[in-house]
């Protein structure tokens, strides 16, 4: 598979980061010699210094007319958008163009690019805003992850002394008729596959697996029965995903949004619903401002700003004032590490969601919902299996499936369940995978 990626900033780092381990033909292009040197330093890929002055031989070059894969991650929407077309002229497959415009959702202008030749529009903000729509259902849970809109939810929960199955082995506390499924365990600075000798330890962060009926009981076990539901949301930084995320706001929520800056208070009053939405023009970093707002009230926080020490520290403070959740927008991939160490509640960076959206697009089996988990280096994804695929030709338990992966749970039917060591894998099953230290191109040979 070749892959061009035009765009050597976050994304596309990240991008070559995630294809590099499925050791595929990759190509990025770049105005900035330092972005690709150190690219090339760091993955074993073929980078193209240019400028958009000759994009014609530039992609030529590149090798366009046999990409699979052509990817516009560059800052400009225009730009990105022209080169797809430009790139699908030229033979590429599938092209994805990275845009910074709400209005091109809109079903008639994606059909309009689709048409010109551009396979995927993809617009971070929005990848980001529904990301945290789904955090603000559960206030105990730091991540969740919905698969077939519930059927299975994959939940992240940080274990506190309230935990009820502290320091007791998993062997002796689940069987294979359990309704929750550990997968993995983030504990200090490593990913534990967990064994049924493993046992929970306060502090961990801890993967559960579980159905929709069994996510109240799975509250209780772990001592969560304290957090009550999110009413009142207070967001600072009234950028575009803040905006996206208040009006995406399921009913019953109410949100107050702090913003800086004067001019775009007056054009944040345009674009969202003052009956549930109040504009406040403050600093909400401010905890005398907070507390005017009466702070106590909020049952979520989410720090919005461009600044990834100012959201870490913002979410610190939101929750030294006894908010139960809190929500910060990393930008910046080197304080993903810290921001993960530190209990701010849930991480969001818009550039891991937009590769991980973009990298299954390159994955040969049925494979959607892919997501890249960065706190604990792993990748989870659904699978669907095809008729005839490995995965449906023995019991789970005779599969040889590999050590660092785990099957987490199935949905057949309508109907979702969990996966242990009996389950019989069908063709058109969907599966959730959790895959830490194996490729995930390796767990879809199972599936294809």
């Known amino acids: 598979m070749k892959v061009i990626i035009i765009g050597a900033g976050a994304i596309g780092t990240h991008l070559a980061d995630l294809f590099s381990k499925i050791k595929q033909d990759i190509v990025i292009i770049d105005d900035d010699e330092d972005k690709l040197e150190r690219i090339q330093a760091d993955y074993d890929l073929m980078t ?9 031989q530039v992609l030529k070059d590149a090798g366009v007319k046999r990409a699979d894969l052509f ?7 225009n730009l990105n958008l022209s080169l797809c077309v430009l790139a699908k002229g030229l033979g590429a497959r599938q092209t994805v163009a990275k845009v910074e ?15 010109a030749g551009i396979s995927s529009i993809i617009y971070p903000d929005n990848l980001a805003a529904l990301d945290i729509i789904n955090g603000l259902k559960l206030t105990w849970v730091r991540q969740r992850w919905e698969v077939h809109g519930g059927l299975l939810t994959l939940l992240d929960i940080k274990v506190s002394e309230n935990c009820k199955i502290l320091n007791q082995p998993f062997k002796d506390i689940f069987t294979h008729d359990s309704p929750y499924h550990v997968v993995a365990i983030k504990r200090g ?66 949100a107050k949004i702090f913003e800086n800056d004067t001019r775009r208070c007056e054009q944040l009053i345009d674009l969202v619903d003052t009956s549930r939405v ?21 049952q979520a926080f989410i720090a919005l700003t461009g600044n990834a020490e100012a959201n870490i520290l913002a979410c610190i403070t939101a929750k030294q004032l006894g908010v139960s959740k809190t929500i910060a927008m990393i930008e910046n991939m080197d304080y993903m590490d810290i921001a993960g160490n530190v209990d701010i509640g849930t991480i969001i960076n818009k550039q891991a969601l937009t ?46 499936f590999p050590g660092e992966a785990e099957l987490g749970g199935l949905v057949r039917d309508g109907k979702g369940m969990l996966v242990n060591g009996d389950t019989q894998i069908s063709a058109g099953d969907t599966v959730v ?16």
């Open 101 to 115: 415009n709400a209005e091109f959702l809109d079903p008639m202008v994606t059909h309009a690019f689709n048409t």
């Open 355 to 400: 590769a991980s959206h973009i990298y299954q697009l390159l994955l040969k089996g049925d494979v959607r919902n892919m997501r890249n988990l960065m706190t604990v280096n792993a990748d989870v994804a659904e699978f669907t299996a095809r008729p005839g695929s490995r995965i449906t030709h023995k019991k789970v338990s005779d599969l040889n």
């Open 278 to 298: 109040m504009v406040i023009n403050a600093d909400g970093r401010s905890v005398a401002n907070l507390m005017e707002e009466n702070i106590k009230s909020a």
């Open 71 to 77: 990817i516009a991650v560059t800052r400009d929407e």
């Open 189 to 254: 600075a490593s990913t534990i596959i967990p064994s049924g000798g493993d046992m929970l330890r306060t502090g961990d962060y801890v993967y559960f697996m579980t159905t929709r009926e069994f996510v109240p009981s799975l509250k209780h076990i772990m001592g969560k029965d304290d957090e009550t539901e999110v009413k009142n949301v207070f967001i600072i930084g009234g950028g575009k995903t803040a905006v996206r995320v208040v009006n995406m706001l399921p009913q019953g929520m109410t």
């Open 48 to 56: 193209i210094h240019s400028s958009s002055s000759t994009p014609i």
């Open 433 to 448: 995978v959790f895959c830490h230290g194996t490729d995930i191109g390796q767990i879809e040979k199972y599936f294809i």
